[in-house]
C-alpha cells in the first residue's frame, strides 16, 4: 500500500495561505491522493482529491508534482476554523475503494 | 439534507456487554465503511461493504461484526470479544460500487466507553 509522510504539526498566520506537504513516493500510476481534515470529536472531512493534474475547488487548491510524488494543499487564507488535523491519503486500488489513514498534520490557525 | 447519521454520539457499556453502533445514511450511496480511531491515532478499517448483503474484513476486524441487509444501514457489533472496545468509531459511505474514486464521507461518530 502506497504510504503518505506529513509533519506532524503546521503553524499559520490567520488570513495567511496554508501550504500543507506530503509524500507520497511510493504511489502508483492509478492511485488518487485525497485530503481530509479533522476537528476535534468530529468526522473527517473531504477536501478534495486528485490524479496527477493540479485541482481547486472552494475550500482548497491541490498542487501535484509531476512526478507524483508528493503533493501540497493549499489553503488560500486560512481562518482559525481551519485548525484541524489535515490527512494526505492515498487510495488503495481495487480494494473497494478504502482509505488508508496516517498520522496526519496538526494545522494551527494563529491569531 | 442528506448526510450520514451515527447514534448515539456517546455510549457506555460494561465489559462483557456486546453493543452495537448504529450508521445509517440517506445520500444511497453504495458502499460503506466503519473505522475505529484510538486517542492521538488515524484511522483504522474495520469492515467495510460494496453491497447489500455483502462485506470484507478490514485490518481490524477481529471482535467485531456486521450486516448490511439494507442499502442505508450499516450496523456494527463490538462483541465481548474485543479487547480494547474503548474508542471512537466512525462510519462512512461512498456513492458507485465502480466508481472507486469518489470521495468517502464520514458520520460525526461515536464515542463507546468500555469499563
Known amino acids: 500500500d502506497a504510504k503518505t509522510t506529513q509533519p506532524p504539526s503546521m503553524d499559520c498566520a490567520e488570513g495567511r495561505a496554508a501550504n500543507l506537504p506530503c509524500n507520497h513516493s511510493t504511489i502508483s500510476g492509478n492511485e488518487y491522493v485525497y485530503w481530509y481534515r479533522q476537528i476535534h470529536s468530529q468526522g473527517p472531512q473531504y477536501i478534495i482529491h486528485?490524479?496527477?493534474n493540479n485541482e481547486t475547488n472552494e475550500m482548497a487548491s491541490l498542487i501535484i508534482t509531476e512526478d507524483r510524488k508528493s503533493s501540497t494543499l493549499i489553503l488560500p487564507h486560512a481562518t482559525l476554523r481551519d485548525t484541524a488535523v489535515y490527512y494526505c491519503?492515498?487510495?488503495?486500488?481495487?480494494?473497494?475503494?478504502?482509505?488508508?489513514f496516517g498520522q496526519g498534520t496538526e494545522l494551527s490557525v494563529k491569531p | 439534507d442528506g448526510g450520514i447519521t451515527q447514534s448515539p454520539k456517546y455510549l457506555f457499556r460494561k465489559e462483557g456487554q456486546n453493543v452495537t453502533l448504529s450508521c445509517e445514511q440517506n445520500?444511497?450511496?453504495?458502499?460503506m465503511y466503519w473505522y475505529r480511531q484510538d486517542p492521538g491515532q488515524g484511522l483504522r478499517l474495520i469492515y467495510y461493504?460494496?453491497?447489500?448483503?455483502?462485506?470484507q474484513k478490514g485490518d481490524i476486524a477481529e471482535g467485531y461484526s456486521v450486516s448490511r441487509e439494507k442499502k442505508e444501514s450499516f450496523p456494527l457489533t463490538v462483541t465481548s470479544a474485543q479487547k480494547n472496545p474503548t474508542a471512537f468509531y466512525l462510519c462512512?459511505?461512498?456513492?458507485?460500487?465502480?466508481?472507486?474514486?469518489?470521495?468517502?464521507?464520514f458520520g460525526n461518530g461515536t464515542r463507546l466507553t468500555v469499563t
Open positions: 445520500l444511497n450511496h453504495d458502499a
Open positions: 462512512a459511505s461512498r456513492e458507485g460500487k465502480t466508481s472507486y474514486n469518489s470521495p468517502l464521507h
Open positions: 461493504s460494496q453491497i447489500v448483503n455483502d462485506f
Open positions: 491519503i492515498v487510495r488503495v486500488y481495487n480494494q473497494g475503494g478504502k482509505l488508508i
Open positions: 486528485g490524479l496527477k
